[in-house]
């Protein structure tokens, strides 16, 4: 851009490669951190990168973790024979802000798509498998998205885990969600009721 320095012009496309960010909202933020002294920017800059380095997958339920277990994982409070299977970190939460979960999770990182490419292999399926297999388990909630990638993985799932154990119970979110809706964005009344009125997959 035309009278901007060199600095300026790299700090705005970097911006711009956020999702969601436009020109003039990466304008915006250059803008701020330039009006702003430099311990904020310093702090920004220290963040993202103490994120990129501490932040990974938690062992059991590949949540977010900076140590080997997340911190749902840890809590001795939490019930371990109730996990409820997600596609992303997000989807978690949008459950732990309803307040009404006690139990744990399991992240499958996606959902079934073929046509993306995305099979059972390249999703945290064998991982919940074996999770299944340690007999600690007495319900998986499937809460999956309610679009079709989500109910294909849930029903995929659901003939998967009864092959392994047929005692345990496997529900499906009951959802009071818009079809073709994500869980990240229920409200959490509705996240509450979904969870109070799952059924068990015949």
Same mark, same amino acid.
């Given at each position: 851009m ?6 300026m ?34 702090e920004?800059?220290?963040? $993202? ?6 932040? +990974?997958? &938690?062992?059991? &339920?590949?949540?977010? *973790?900076?140590?080997?277990? &997340? ?12 996990v ?9 939460r ?8 006690? #139990?744990?999770?399991?992240?499958? @990182? +996606?959902? /079934? ?9 390249? /999703?945290?399926i064998?991982?919940?498998? %074996?999770? /299944?297999?340690? #007999? ?10 309610s679009?079709?990638?989500?109910e294909?993985? *849930?029903?995929y799932? *659901?003939?998967?885990?009864?092959? $392994?154990?047929? +005692?345990?119970?496997?529900?499906? @979110? %009951?959802?009071?969600?818009?079809? +073709? ?9 509705? /996240?509450?009721? *979904?969870?109070e ?6």
């Open positions: 035309p009278g901007w320095t060199a600095s012009e790299s700090l705005v496309e970097a911006f711009r490669k956020l999702p969601g960010v436009g020109p003039r909202t990466a304008e915006r933020y250059a803008f701020y951190l330039l009006s702003q002294p430099v311990a904020v920017s310093k920004l800059s220290e963040a $993202i990168l103490r994120v990129k380095q501490t932040v +990974g997958f &938690c062992a059991t &339920c590949f949540n977010l *973790a900076d140590g080997e277990l &997340c911190d749902i994982c840890k809590d001795p409070k939490r019930d371990s024979s109730l409820t299977v997600v596609e992303d970190h997000r989807s978690i949008a459950f732990e802000k309803s307040g009404g979960y006690k #139990g744990v999770y399991h992240v499958l @990182l +996606g959902s /079934l798509s073929p046509l993306d490419g995305i099979g059972p292999k390249e /999703l945290r064998p991982e919940l498998k %074996a999770r /299944l297999r340690t #007999g600690t388990i007495r319900e998986i909630i499937l809460a999956t998205d679009d079709m990638e989500g294909s993985t *849930a029903l799932l *659901a003939k998967e885990l009864r092959n $392994i154990s047929s +005692g345990v119970k496997i529900s499906r @979110l %009951a959802f009071g969600i818009p079809m +073709g809706s994500s869980v990240e964005y229920a409200d959490q009344v509705t /996240l509450t009721r *979904a969870l009125g799952r059924r068990t997959l015949s």
